[in-house]
C-alpha cells in the first residue's frame, strides 16, 4: 500500500471534515492537523498550492485560493475531483 501524495491526504480531511470549515482553512490549522509532518511541509503548503502562485512553485497541485493572510479556501473543483477518486462523487 503506498502512502497517499500530501496533497490527497490534506483534501481528505477537508472531505471528511476533519480539517477547515467548510471549504475555508487557516495555515495554523494544518500544521496543528498533520503534526507528524514536518512544518517546512505543512507551513508552505496552502501558499505553494495557491492558484496564482503557479510560476513560484510550480510542482505544487494548484488547489487553493488565498482569501486573506494565512487563510486559504479548497477549490471546489480539486474537491470534487478527489471524491471522484475515492468513489463518493459521482
Known sequence: MTIPAFA??????????????????????????????????TGCFLSNSEISSATHSPTYRKITLRVSPGVYRVHPDALLERMKHRGIAA
Open 8 to 41: 490527497d491526504r490534506f483534501l481528505d480531511a477537508v472531505i471528511d471534515g476533519h480539517l477547515g470549515s467548510g471549504l475555508v482553512i487557516t495555515r495554523q490549522e494544518l500544521i496543528n492537523y498533520f503534526p507528524e509532518d514536518p512544518e517546512s511541509t
